[in-house]
């Protein structure tokens, strides 16, 4: 079965994309700290993390490192923001991003492609 990580520190944030994702076929893991996030990710590979804010990505390469050790290219790796500046999302996508999305969500278009993304 497939597996999900939600990162962020709002739990109303995280339980609006839990439910838009309700149904998947997939296991659904939480994390609303750094701790949470380094112990989910140390003992399982996720498919697809969320991301619901732009903060913990200013550490740069390492937090994608610790996602997606050599050789795999999993999971990938989606960011939901308020921040939509033109610097904020390329730098994002160039460090290794895959999907960046802004708030308000768009269930429908997320759902669609966390299922895309799933395979």
Known sequence: MAR??????????????????????AEIRTATSWADFDRLTARMVFEVVLVLEVAPLWCGRAFFRRLRPRPLRRPEIFV?????????????LEC????????PL??????????????
């Open 4 to 25: 999900i990580l939600i990162f962020a520190s709002d739990v109303l944030l995280i339980e609006l994309v839990r439910t838009t994702l309700a149904g998947l076929q």
């Open 96 to 103: 290794g991003v895959d999907q960046y999305l802004t708030f």
């Open 80 to 92: 939901i923001a308020w921040h939509q500046s033109d610097e904020t999302v390329l730098s994002l």
């Open 106 to 119: 768009n269930p429908a278009r997320l759902r669609s492609k966390v299922i895309r993304s799933l395979g």
